[in-house]
């Protein structure tokens, strides 16, 4: 059973750290400047939106690193998910 919580706890810090550059990502993006001009500002409406969509994906992996959490649980004291 060790390797598989090994793994199960591999599993859900690895979604944590992905989750972790994704909001770092999307930051950056909302970092970068545009310039006045209509090329520059839908550039910056470019990266807003996929700031927004990154931050999706981000939350998305959390919940992924949630799951693998409570399964890491459930296995650690002898049970089983069924699905």
């Known amino acids: 059973m060790t390797v598989i919580t090994d793994e199960l706890a591999l599993n859900r810090d690895g979604w944590r750290r992905r989750a972790n550059e994704l909001r770092s990502l999307a930051q950056t993006c909302r970092q970068v400047e545009g310039w006045d001009s209509p090329a520059g500002r839908m550039l910056s409406d470019r990266l807003l939106t996929c700031?927004?969509?990154?931050?999706?994906?981000?939350?998305?992996a959390d919940k992924l690193a949630e799951a693998?959490?409570?399964?890491?649980?459930?296995?650690?004291?002898?049970?089983?998910?069924?699905?």
């Open 51 to 60: 700031s927004d969509s990154i931050n999706t994906l981000a939350e998305r």
């Open 68 to 83: 693998y959490e409570l399964h890491l649980q459930v296995v650690s004291v002898g049970g089983r998910i069924q699905i």
